[in-house]
Nanobody, 124 residues
């Protein structure tokens, strides 16, 4: 069992930056891969980024590659999503998720635990 809480969302202008945080608690958090997904109104859930349990492997969706960076701080039990050069099309609810297998994936169905989401709105 893990519990995930996202924070750091807000309203920004195009070109600005935000850093989202995901605080995880639970018995087996250190063995879980972590991912970020987003969902905009009327659209399907989209993979954003993932990081393996060890932190050695990271993965990014094509739409955010070279702009977003995922990282993990094991000591603080935190996962971050640094978002730079934000665009209006990045507007969505962003969700943190945990995959107990530990190696990371873009497939949302593999993630067992999900946070409540945090809203990111980018104006033009």
């Amino acid at each position: 069992q893990v519990q995930l809480v996202e924070s750091g969302g807000g309203l920004v202008q195009a070109g600005d930056s935000l850093r989202l945080s995901c605080a995880a608690s639970g018995r087996t958090f250190m063995r879980y891969a972590m991912g970020w997904f987003r969902q905009a109104p009327g659209k399907e859930r989209e993979f954003v980024a993932a990081i393996s349990w060890s932190g050695d492997s990271t993965y990014y969706g094509d739409s955010v590659k070279d702009r977003f960076t995922i990282s993990k701080d094991n000591a603080k039990t935190l996962v971050y999503l640094q978002m730079n050069s934000l665009k209006p099309e990045d507007t969505a609810v962003y969700y943190c998720a945990a995959d107990r297998r530990g190696w990371g994936t873009s497939a949302g169905d593999e993630y067992e635990y999900w946070g409540q989401g945090t809203q990111v709105t980018v104006s033009s």
